[in-house]
């Protein structure tokens, strides 16, 4: 049972930076494409980020394309996601979650407890 804990949440400015990391225990994420959603208040957790198991392939949102990029480190088992320029509207409870190479949430098998970004005008 693999366990997935999100960091590095929190309230920041538009225009400023956060990284949120993802540790996994349990099992090792090599075996699993690792992806990033996010839900705002009212709306449907949607897609954000996608990462293959080697790494080597990823794939965005169009809003987050050229502001997010995702990444991995198999060896410390863990998933990052470096969100830059934010804006108000990437305010959202941020999740990670292992599983399929897709945008699609119901390709993951594991899921994080979430963590808060706040981005204020």
């Known amino acids: 049972q693999v366990r997935l804990v999100e960091s590095g949440g929190g309230l920041v400015q538009a225009g400023d930076s956060l990284r949120l990391s993802c540790a996994a225990s349990?099992?090792?994420?090599?075996?699993?494409?690792m992806g990033w959603f996010r839900q705002a208040p009212g709306k449907e957790r949607e897609f954000v980020a996608t990462i293959s198991w080697s790494g080597t392939m990823t794939r965005y949102a169009d809003s987050v394309k050229g502001r997010f990029t995702i990444s991995r480190d198999n060896a410390k088992n863990t998933v990052s996601l470096q969100m830059l320029s934010l804006k108000p509207e990437d305010t959202a409870v941020y999740y990670c979650?292992?599983?399929?190479?897709?945008?699609?949430?119901?390709?993951?098998?594991?899921w994080g407890q979430g963590t808060q970004v706040t981005v204020s005008l």
């Open positions: 349990g099992g090792t994420l090599s075996s699993y494409a």
């Open positions: 979650a292992a599983g399929d190479n897709s945008w699609s949430d119901r390709r993951y098998d594991y």
